[in-house]
């Protein structure tokens, strides 16, 4: 008999727990279907080219990984986030676009956009009141080949604000050290360097924003799963969790076996948040700052023969992994 669940079970247990949080102010994005959502995660689960994740993956993870998914307005068809199994648990991790669209989607929000600056690009901020303001970015296509001196991401807001926010090489490679993927990092750096401004970006902009407890909470937990201190995935526990269960939606008695939480190694940790912009000595309140020549640090990519790669879309072990549409995958067979 196998244990796979229905697609009833699944999209009727998630639809009607987002009607339940809509009555507590969760707004759902405009213009997204829930069912039409939820049907294509489905498909994704059950067809993984790694194997069936609704029959690997518990229940309970599964449930957890839809839920955020609805809240956040994200569809898998659309390459905006991916099911990622560890273990005998799926999580959720946001693509590029993923994230893009998500901040998007904030009613207070007008437009995201971000930039690579590269080695022999004029980039100039200032800081005005305590916040650092863009002023310019000048650079040759050429420079494209250059190395990578930082990167900065702008999320203009309806009212007119633009809100800055840049990282140093060193603080991206930080980040990119304790990520869950690396070989990406080396093969498309320009875009995973936006990738990963933005994920700054979007996190300091919605700690700070008015909306929905229960939609930051899936934001934060999504970007939270892209990271971890212990690499090992380690035998998961009994443990008793406030996190809602699957059975408990169905109505269904649940046994008293690991199915949801990890050990507390397993745990993805939360990136610590570094300055964005190094201290600029004698600068006052109306001074440029210029960032032009950057010494490039070491890349701080954990070796590649610590662990495998994953797909984030399929879950397969590849070789080389892709984030971006016209990019190949290749898996390992």
């Known amino acids: 008999m196998t244990n796979e669940l229905t697609q009833k079970q699944v999209t009727s247990s998630v639809a009607n727990r987002i009607e339940a949080m809509k009555g507590e102010g969760l707004l759902i994005a405009p213009n997204y279907s829930v069912s039409n959502a939820l049907s294509s995660a489905y498909y994704a689960l059950k067809n993984a080219p790694g194997g069936n994740l609704l029959e690997k993956c518990t229940p309970d993870s599964i449930y957890n990984a839809l839920l955020d998914m609805v809240t956040q307005g994200l569809s898998p068809s659309k390459t905006q986030c991916y099911f990622v199994p560890y273990g005998n648990t799926v999580k959720l991790t946001r693509s590029y676009f993923g994230t893009m669209k998500v901040v998007k989607q904030l009613p207070e929000v007008k437009d995201i956009y971000a930039e690579v600056i590269y080695e022999g ?17 000048d650079t040759d296509w050429q420079n494209a080949d250059n190395p990578i001196v930082g990167a900065y991401c702008i999320i203009e807001k309806q009212d007119g604000e633009k809100i800055l926010t840049v990282m140093t090489k060193k603080e991206i490679d930080k980040s990119w050290a304790q990520a869950k993927t690396k070989n990406v990092q080396n093969n498309f750096p320009q875009e995973m360097a936006k990738r990963t401004v933005i994920n700054r970006a979007a996190k300091q902009f919605f700690n700070t924003s008015d909306d929905n ?5 899936a934001v934060n937990r999504t970007t939270e799963n892209e990271y971890e201190n212990d690499r090992q995935i380690k035998e998961v526990k009994p443990v008793n969790d406030k996190a809602e269960s699957l059975d408990s939606i169905l109505g269904q008695p649940q046994p008293k076996k690991a199915t949801v939480v990890e050990t507390e190694t397993t745990e993805p940790a939360e990136v610590q948040e570094t300055e964005q912009v190094e201290q600029v000595k004698d600068v006052t309140p109306t001074d440029e700052v210029v960032i032009s020549e950057v010494e490039t640090t070491t890349d701080t990519s954990y070796p590649a023969d610590e662990i495998p790669d994953f797909n984030e879309e399929t879950g397969e072990i590849i070789e080389e992994i892709s984030f971006f549409e016209g990019n190949t995958t290749q898996i390992k067979e």
Not at 213 to 217: P, Q, R, V
């Open 121 to 137: 690009d004029d980039f100039k901020i200032k800081n005005e009141n305590g916040r650092k303001v863009f002023i310019s970015h």
């Open 213 to 217: 407890d229960l939609f930051i909470d």
